[in-house]
């Protein structure tokens, strides 16, 4: 399989941390310098998936609502959705649906239903008795939506930060394969040998 | 087995084509019996070591403490139907065969002169397949792709990826060709024949034989053919995933669904005459990459450091990478790198263009000193200035060439500005000489002048009135400021209205990472959080509750510490909310605020009248919909499609014209760009108003064209402009810019009356002045008896306009 590069949209409230995870990711640095987002950026990591080389580039936003309209451009084309709350702010996680509505209506991926989500609880290295949101409030949101990945994180600490990305590397690049299944399937030619099955034998049956 | 024969040393040949370690060794083994082909790994077989390279790492994590040094070799299985294996050892597998076995790889890797001849033959034991060591062997035939990643100067050690036949990927080899001895070595002999051919791959019959040496590509043939050949790409900066498909010499005889992949392997396996062609061709293809690797690491550096534009830069720089041969590569490399701020981004491309920046900034630095130095004795009558884009405009259009009238080396100070007014406060100069030399030399940074100018260029302050005026209605000012600050400050219903919660949130969590660096706001408070205080029962503290707009942690969440200055500033943002209710608060304003709290030293009632006077010009980039700010977007657009048609077609052609690289300039008029200080050297220039009420947006422009070339030469993705765009951040050079824009503002301006002249005479364009015009691209609604010129629209000429109501 050639090279990949996987297209990852980071969308969740502002404050909640989006830059800050995706530079403790990529950059392995922390700083509660980040200024607020203004426009859009991205940050770009390769990173083995499968024993498969892809290539991550991690869209980071401005997280008000007033700035979502130009996101189109950006949305689109997107492999999976990462969205971010504050486990110390209950109001981050009350308004994940929006941001999830949201991103489902403006990207407008082929299969809705399906299209891979991840959801971060960041910022839980802060006290536990400032915590809003509970681990079992929000695994059940997720479960309510199709079961979407859970992980709970601290960009200042670095913690689960590897691990949620790596999920989202490898639900992306799921997506990001079925989407070329669909455009290549119709010119699929038995002349091509049977030395040309790589693409099916890893991508048809890991379930 | 002819063409088996010939694969194996020519084929090596080629690999090492710049290593030079072709020697083919060989040392019996008793037992030798022919084995069958398909089998992978034979005891008894003689496993002929052909090449080896140190130093190519596998990096199993992302941490460059884990990466793991071995060597790559390719191993022939000496029998009837000999077998090539690519293989990777790790050096502590070879170590624990004992130093004999790691001298073997060291003698092959050094080995100069390839000779068929030689008794001093290599066997080795042929490593097993040992995941946990990330070891492996495989045959050359069930390799399916190469992906080559060349080095480049965002990444400095190539790597290749290399895909089987049956759908796995083998752990990717990073080569540390720094490190490497084959690389280090002096430069390679010269190959006995020069048997360069020219179409790629190399038909086998095209191998000359000639004595004992084979020798299918020069070192520089080498480049000749992969010139012409797609996988030249791979020595282009174009990462893997964006490199063109490849093309087929011949159309391939069936539609491949894989061909989106950019793979080396996959071209010659495209269209397979016959298998063992096909085969051949595979082997070469890869040793190529091989050679290509190392080759890549000297040529990119070399390639870049020949460049005309860099001589004046290559006798500053550290002797390894000036000499090239000892590149101790990385270290120096890396920190250089490092200083250009490259780090996340591997699109070498996004690097290239602005290395290239670099290198042209400098050369032209030097070019400017030289011609100072050559001053009077030039001939040359005209003028040379850097404004190479807006020179060429005008040459086509045959009008004079505008200059600059900024002159920031002398701004204006308290002697000056003092000598303005009369001995009552009264102004002796009108407004428009304040604004002409504000825009020209900007405001002194000494003392608190800009205290005093602020207010008069934005408004605040009237001009034409004495002192004793202007102090009382800035005293109704004040007023009036607490007046609102009242409405929520103290005021629970106010307070804590849902609608209200939430703007401070907004606010409040903007204004704690807004400008920490400036010492207003840089220490954080330590004591008593707003939360605490708001359970105490005291009036004092009670106040407080309702006046400190950082909300509840519930609300706001774990956020930056704040500080008394923060506090404030988010105060004056809120009041500006209930002031101006139907904006609310956006991001981006806490940039625009930030600036003038500092500068009016934390006087709360100024800050928040300037701001107001700044939103005021500043207000339509924050509407709801959107609407200010694709309607500057657009202007921008428009502009460009003027002043630049080929930037326009170039941008037309990514997907760029929604110029959203410029948001964040024209939202909060480069806040982000610049450095604090030349952030208030920029703002109160273009608070002047004096050429054009939008003159950021020929600010937006003149940053383009400064980089025009390197966006039109490397850039050529939409995202790669938005982070080419998004890297200038402290990169830019004011004063230059400025002179730029105010440049390119004068030459709009020409051109617009230029336009509306020649339409007054109707008379048709002479052939020398319309050619640039031509081919611009209609911004307007085209009409048929103006075809020769662009039609302006409206918004172009509202850039026109100065003054606000």
Same mark, same amino acid.
């Given at each position: 399989?050639?090279?990949?590069?996987?297209?990852?949209?980071?969308?969740?409230?502002?404050?909640?941390?989006?830059?800050?995870?995706?530079?403790?990711?990529?950059?392995?640095?922390?700083?509660?310098?980040?200024?607020?987002?203004?426009?859009?950026?991205?940050?770009?990591?390769?990173?083995?998936?499968?024993?498969?080389?892809?290539?991550?580039?991690?869209?980071?936003?401005?997280?008000?609502?007033?700035?979502?309209?130009?996101?189109?451009?950006?949305?689109?084309?997107?492999?999976?959705?990462?969205?971010?709350?504050?486990?110390?702010?209950?109001?981050?996680?009350?308004?994940?649906?929006?941001?999830?509505?949201?991103?489902?209506?403006?990207?407008?991926?082929?299969?809705?239903?399906?299209?891979?989500?991840?959801?971060?609880?960041?910022?839980?290295?802060?006290?536990?008795?400032?915590?809003?949101?509970?681990?079992?409030?929000?695994?059940?949101?997720?479960?309510?939506?199709?079961?979407?990945?859970?992980?709970?994180?601290?960009?200042?600490?670095?913690?689960?930060?590897?691990?949620?990305?790596?999920?989202?590397?490898?639900?992306?690049?799921?997506?990001?394969?079925?989407?070329?299944?669909?455009?290549?399937?119709?010119?699929?030619?038995?002349?091509?040998?049977?030395?040309?099955?790589?693409?099916?034998?890893?991508?048809?049956?890991?379930? | 087995?002819?063409?088996?024969?010939?694969?194996?040393?020519?084929?090596?040949?080629?690999?090492?084509?710049?290593?030079?370690?072709?020697?083919?060794?060989?040392?019996?083994?008793?037992?030798?019996?022919?084995?069958? $082909?398909? +089998?992978?790994?034979?005891?008894?077989?003689?496993?002929? &070591? *052909?090449?080896?390279? /140190?130093?190519? %790492?596998?990096? !199993?994590?992302?941490?460059?403490?884990?990466?793991?040094?071995?060597?790559?070799?390719?191993?022939?299985?000496?029998?009837?139907?000999?077998?090539?294996?690519?293989?990777?050892?790790?050096?502590?597998?070879?170590?624990?065969?004992?130093?004999?076995?790691?001298?073997?790889?060291?003698?092959?890797?050094?080995?100069?002169?390839?000779?068929?001849?030689?008794?001093?033959?290599?066997?080795?034991?042929?490593?097993?397949?040992?995941?946990?060591?990330?070891?492996?062997?495989?045959?050359?035939?069930?390799?399916?792709?190469?992906?080559?990643?060349?080095?480049?100067?965002?990444?400095?050690?190539?790597?290749?990826?290399?895909?089987?036949?049956?759908?796995?990927?083998?752990?990717?080899?990073?080569?540390?060709?720094?490190? $490497?001895? +084959?690389?280090?070595?002096?430069?390679?002999?010269?190959? &006995? *024949?020069?048997?360069? /051919?020219?179409? %790629?791959?190399? !038909?086998?019959?095209?191998?000359?034989?000639?004595?004992?040496?084979?020798?299918?590509?020069?070192?520089?043939?080498?480049?000749?053919?992969?010139?012409?050949?797609?996988?030249?790409?791979?020595?282009?900066?174009?990462?893997?995933?964006?490199?063109?498909?490849?093309?087929?010499?011949?159309?391939?005889?069936?539609?491949?669904?894989?061909?989106?992949?950019?793979?080396?392997?996959?071209?010659?396996?495209?269209?397979?005459?016959?298998?063992?062609?096909?085969?051949?061709?595979?082997?070469?293809?890869?040793?190529?990459?091989?050679?290509?690797?190392?080759?890549?690491?000297?040529?990119?550096?070399?390639?870049?450091?020949?460049?005309?534009?860099?001589?004046?830069?290559?006798?500053?720089?550290?002797?390894?990478?000036? $000499?090239?041969?000892?590149?101790?590569?990385?270290?120096?490399?890396?920190?250089?790198?490092?200083?250009?701020?490259?780090?996340?981004?591997?699109?070498?491309?996004?690097?290239?263009?602005?290395?290239?920046?670099?290198?042209?900034?400098?050369?032209?630095?030097?070019?400017?000193?030289?011609?100072?130095?050559?001053?009077?004795?030039?001939?040359?009558?005209?003028?040379?200035?850097?404004?190479?884009?807006?020179?060429?405009?005008?040459?086509?259009?045959?009008?004079?060439?505008?200059?600059?009238?900024?002159?920031?080396?002398?701004?204006?100070?308290?002697?000056?500005?003092?000598?303005?007014?009369?001995?009552?406060?009264?102004?002796?100069?009108?407004?428009?000489?304040?604004?002409?030399?504000?825009?020209?030399?900007?405001?002194?940074?000494?003392?608190?002048?800009?205290?005093?100018?602020?207010?008069?260029?934005?408004?605040?302050?009237?001009?034409?009135?004495?002192?004793?005026?202007?102090?009382?209605?800035?005293?109704?000012?004040?007023?009036?400021?607490?007046?609102?600050?009242?409405?929520?400050?103290?005021?629970?219903?106010?307070?804590?209205?849902?609608?209200?919660?939430?703007?401070?949130?907004?606010?409040?969590?903007?204004?704690?990472?807004?400008?920490?660096?400036?010492?207003?706001?840089?220490?954080?408070?330590?004591?008593?959080?707003?939360?605490?205080?708001?359970?105490?029962?005291?009036?004092?503290?009670?106040?407080?509750?309702?006046?400190?707009?950082?909300?509840?942690?519930?609300?706001?969440?774990?956020?930056?510490?704040?500080?008394?200055?923060?506090?404030?500033?988010?105060?004056?943002?809120?009041?500006?909310?209930?002031?101006?209710?139907?904006?609310?608060?956006?991001?981006?304003?806490?940039?625009?605020?930030?600036?003038?709290?500092?500068?009016?030293?934390?006087?709360?009632?100024?800050?928040?009248?300037?701001?107001?006077?700044?939103?005021?010009?500043?207000?339509?980039?924050?509407?709801?919909?959107?609407?200010?700010?694709?309607?500057?977007?657009?202007?921008?657009?428009?502009?460009?499609?003027?002043?630049?048609?080929?930037?326009?077609?170039?941008?037309?052609?990514?997907?760029?014209?929604?110029?959203?690289?410029?948001?964040?300039?024209?939202?909060?008029?480069?806040?982000?760009?610049?450095?604090?200080?030349?952030?208030?050297?920029?703002?109160?220039?273009?608070?002047?108003?004096?050429?054009?009420?939008?003159?950021?947006?020929?600010?937006?422009?003149?940053?383009?064209?400064?980089?025009?070339?390197?966006?039109?030469?490397?850039?050529?993705?939409?995202?790669?402009?938005?982070?080419?765009?998004?890297?200038?951040?402290?990169?830019?050079?004011?004063?230059?810019?400025?002179?730029?824009?105010?440049?390119?503002?004068?030459?709009?301006?020409?051109?617009?009356?230029?336009?509306?002249?020649?339409?007054?005479?109707?008379?048709?364009?002479?052939?020398?002045?319309?050619?640039?015009?031509?081919?611009?691209?209609?911004?307007?609604?085209?009409?048929?008896?103006?075809?020769?010129?662009?039609?302006?629209?409206?918004?172009?000429?509202?850039?026109?306009?100065?003054?606000?109501?």
């Amino acid at each position: 399989m050639g090279r990949v590069l996987l297209k990852v949209i980071i969308l969740g409230d502002s404050g909640v941390g989006k830059t800050s995870l995706m530079n403790q990711y990529v950059n392995k640095r922390f700083s509660n310098q980040y200024k607020a987002t203004i426009g859009a950026d991205f940050l770009t990591k390769e990173v083995m998936v499968d024993d498969r080389l892809v290539t991550m580039q991690l869209w980071d936003t401005a997280g008000q609502e007033r700035f979502q309209s130009l996101g189109v451009a950006f949305y689109r084309g997107a492999d999976c959705c990462v969205l971010v709350y504050d486990v110390n702010s209950a109001k981050s996680f009350e308004t994940l649906d929006s941001w999830r509505d949201e991103f489902l209506i403006q990207a407008s991926p082929h299969d809705p239903e399906n299209f891979p989500f991840v959801v971060l609880g960041n910022k839980i290295d802060v006290e536990e008795n400032k915590r809003q949101v509970t681990q079992k409030r929000a695994m059940t949101w997720c479960q309510s939506k199709g079961n979407i990945p859970y992980f709970e994180t601290s960009a200042k600490e670095a913690i689960n930060v590897e691990q949620a990305f790596q999920t989202v590397a490898k639900n992306a690049l799921q997506q990001e394969a079925e989407e070329q299944l669909l455009e290549i399937s119709p010119s699929l030619d038995v002349n091509v040998g049977s030395n040309r099955d790589s693409l099916p034998d890893s991508y048809g049956c890991n379930c | 087995m002819d063409d088996e024969y010939i694969l194996s040393p020519s084929s090596l040949r080629s690999c090492i084509s710049t290593i030079s370690s072709d020697s083919m060794v060989e040392i019996k083994r008793p037992n030798d019996p022919p084995q069958p $082909s398909t +089998s992978r790994s034979h005891a008894d077989d003689r496993y002929r &070591l *052909v090449y080896s390279k /140190s130093k190519v %790492y596998v990096n !199993p994590t992302a941490y460059a403490r884990d990466n793991i040094p071995g060597f790559v070799a390719l191993v022939k299985r000496e029998a009837s139907n000999p077998i090539y294996l690519l293989a990777w050892i790790p050096e502590s597998l070879l170590n624990e065969k004992g130093s004999s076995e790691w001298d073997k790889f060291v003698k092959i890797e050094e080995k100069v002169v390839w000779d068929e001849n030689d008794e001093d033959v290599v066997l080795i034991d042929l490593p097993m397949q040992r995941p946990e060591s990330y070891a492996f062997s495989v045959p050359l035939t069930s390799i399916y792709s190469l992906l080559v990643h060349p080095p480049t100067l965002s990444s400095w050690y190539g790597s290749i990826g290399i895909n089987l036949i049956n759908g796995d990927t083998l752990p990717t080899l990073h080569f540390h060709d720094d490190e $490497s001895r +084959s690389f280090t070595l002096s430069t390679p002999p010269q190959p &006995l *024949v020069n048997g360069a /051919s020219s179409t %790629y791959p190399p !038909p086998p019959t095209h191998v000359p034989k000639s004595g004992n040496s084979w020798v299918i590509f020069a070192d520089d043939a080498v480049d000749d053919i992969l010139a012409q050949s797609s996988y030249a790409n791979s020595f282009s900066p174009v990462p893997a995933h964006r490199r063109p498909r490849p093309i087929s010499t011949s159309p391939p005889t069936t539609p491949n669904p894989y061909s989106h992949r950019s793979s080396v392997l996959h071209r010659s396996l495209g269209s397979p005459t016959s298998n063992a062609q096909s085969a051949s061709q595979a082997r070469m293809a890869l040793l190529q990459s091989f050679s290509n690797i190392t080759r890549a690491t000297r040529h990119a550096a070399q390639n870049i450091l020949s460049h005309p534009l860099a001589k004046p830069i290559v006798p500053h720089l550290p002797d390894p990478v000036r $000499s090239l041969v000892n590149a101790s590569g990385e270290w120096e490399w890396g920190s250089w790198v490092e200083k250009g701020g490259v780090g996340e981004f591997e699109s070498a491309r996004v690097y290239l263009a602005r290395w290239a920046r670099i290198v042209a900034e400098e050369g032209e630095r030097a070019r400017r000193r030289e011609a100072q130095a050559l001053a009077s004795s030039s001939t040359l009558g005209q003028e040379t200035s850097s404004l190479g884009i807006f020179e060429l405009l005008h040459s086509t259009s045959n009008l004079p060439t505008p200059k600059s009238s900024r002159d920031p080396e002398h701004p204006v100070d308290e002697k000056m500005w003092a000598k303005w007014f009369a001995e009552d406060g009264r102004p002796k100069v009108r407004v428009e000489e304040m604004k002409r030399e504000v825009f020209r030399r900007g405001v002194s940074a000494e003392g608190k002048l800009r205290q005093t100018v602020w207010p008069f260029i934005l408004g605040v302050y009237q001009w034409d009135a004495t002192r004793a005026e202007r102090e009382r209605k800035w005293e109704a000012e004040r007023k009036l400021y607490h007046e609102l600050k009242d409405q929520w400050c103290g005021v629970p219903e106010v307070f804590d209205r849902p609608d209200v919660v939430e703007e401070r949130h907004r606010i409040d969590v903007d204004c704690r990472r807004t400008d920490r660096n400036q010492p207003l706001f840089a220490t954080p408070t330590a004591p008593a959080s707003p939360s605490k205080a708001g359970r105490q029962d005291d009036e004092k503290s009670s106040h407080q509750r309702y006046s400190t707009v950082a909300p509840n942690m519930a609300d706001i969440g774990a956020q930056s510490p704040t500080n008394e200055h923060i506090d404030r500033l988010a105060g004056i943002l809120l009041t500006y909310n209930l002031y101006e209710k139907e904006l609310g608060y956006v991001q981006g304003m806490s940039d625009l605020c930030a600036p003038i709290y500092v500068v009016m030293d934390a006087n709360e009632e100024m800050t928040f009248w300037c701001f107001v006077e700044v939103m005021h010009r500043m207000k339509q980039n924050f509407l709801r919909d959107q609407s200010g700010m694709k309607k500057q977007l657009l202007t921008l657009q428009q502009l460009i499609g003027v002043m630049d048609p080929e930037l326009y077609r170039h941008l037309e052609k990514t997907d760029g014209l929604n110029l959203f690289f410029c948001f964040r300039w024209v939202l909060i008029a480069f806040k982000r760009e610049f450095p604090f200080n030349d952030v208030l050297r920029l703002w109160e220039v273009l608070w002047t108003d004096y050429y054009s009420n939008d003159f950021v947006l020929f600010v937006a422009l003149a940053v383009l064209e400064s980089h025009r070339d390197m966006i039109l030469r490397y850039l050529v993705e939409f995202d790669e402009i938005l982070k080419y765009c998004n890297e200038l951040s402290m990169t830019i050079e004011l004063d230059t810019t400025l002179a730029q824009a105010e440049v390119l503002f004068l030459s709009f301006a020409q051109l617009v009356a230029d336009i509306d002249r020649r339409k007054a005479e109707e008379l048709p364009t002479p052939s020398t002045a319309g050619v640039r015009r031509r081919a611009t691209t209609s911004t307007g609604d085209p009409s048929t008896n103006t075809i020769n010129m662009p039609t302006l629209s409206e918004n172009l000429r509202e850039l026109l306009n100065t003054g606000r109501s």
